[in-house]
């Protein structure tokens, strides 16, 4: 009897071992995924390929500072691009980055302007921003301070102290302190629409994987003479 006593012991044993040894591995698989989700998401170096210009809704409107502005301050939150236009259509030279074009992350041209690597910004938008690596990326307490400074004149001091600093106290020779003093008494044209891209997370020598097709929202300010 005691025996068998024994035995069910041991096997309830190896049981609840076995359990355990299967519990740990889905355990571990479970935060390997979470781990490659994460870095996946963070990685600065993936490809985003636009595959068709900005489909425009149709929806204009015209609008001033009191508009742009808290617009500009939710880009970085709701993950939208902001475009600003010249009166002639051309692009707007908001600043100029002090990233280097060669450590741009693959695949990334500056699409609004003739030379795909012309250091001219036009837009505000997260994902190009990141993939220029501008010093205010991945927090969105620097991206704030960035437009703080961008509007008013100021100058963002990079927070790695590396003396990435951009002072935006006379941007493309506006003649005036800041954006806010430049345009204050001016009107745009709110031109709301969408664009669609490839989000292509890795690849291999020549090839690609993981590519997800995606919309973002894209609004443009048209100067009105």
Same mark, same amino acid.
């Given at each position: ?13 190896v049981f609840v071992f076995t359990m355990a040894i299967s519990i740990t591995m889905y355990m571990f698989n479970m935060a390997k995924e ?64 002090? $990233? ?5 992350s693959p695949g990334y041209t500056n699409k609004y302007y003739d030379n795909n690597q012309d250091i001219k910004v036009c837009s505000f938008?997260?994902?190009?921003? $990141? ?9 969105? &307490? ?19 102290? &590396? ?63």
């Open positions: 009897m005691e025996n068998a006593v024994d035995a069910l012991k041991i096997a309830f044993g979470t781990s490659d989700v994460v870095l996946q998401s963070s990685d600065v170096t993936a490809l985003m390929e636009y595959v068709e210009t900005s489909d425009m809704i149709g929806e204009e409107r015209i609008v001033g500072l009191e508009t742009i502005i808290p617009t500009l301050y939710k880009y970085f939150k709701e993950n939208y691009t902001v475009i600003f236009l010249e009166s002639n259509g051309k692009p707007m030279e908001l600043y100029e980055t002090q $990233t280097d074009p060669d450590l741009w938008d997260v994902d190009e921003e $990141t993939r220029r690596r501008e010093p205010w990326t991945g927090n969105t &307490n620097y991206y704030k301070q960035n437009l703080d400074m961008f509007l008013s004149g100021g100058t963002f001091v990079s927070p790695s102290g &590396n003396g990435m600093d951009y002072d935006y106290s006379d941007n493309n020779g506006w003649g005036s302190r800041s954006f806010i003093d430049k345009f204050s008494d001016s009107q745009f044209r709110e031109s709301l629409g969408e664009y669609t891209y490839n989000d292509v997370q890795s690849t291999t020598g020549t090839e690609t994987a993981n590519v997800k097709p995606k919309k973002k929202r894209v609004i443009v300010y048209t100067l009105v003479d």
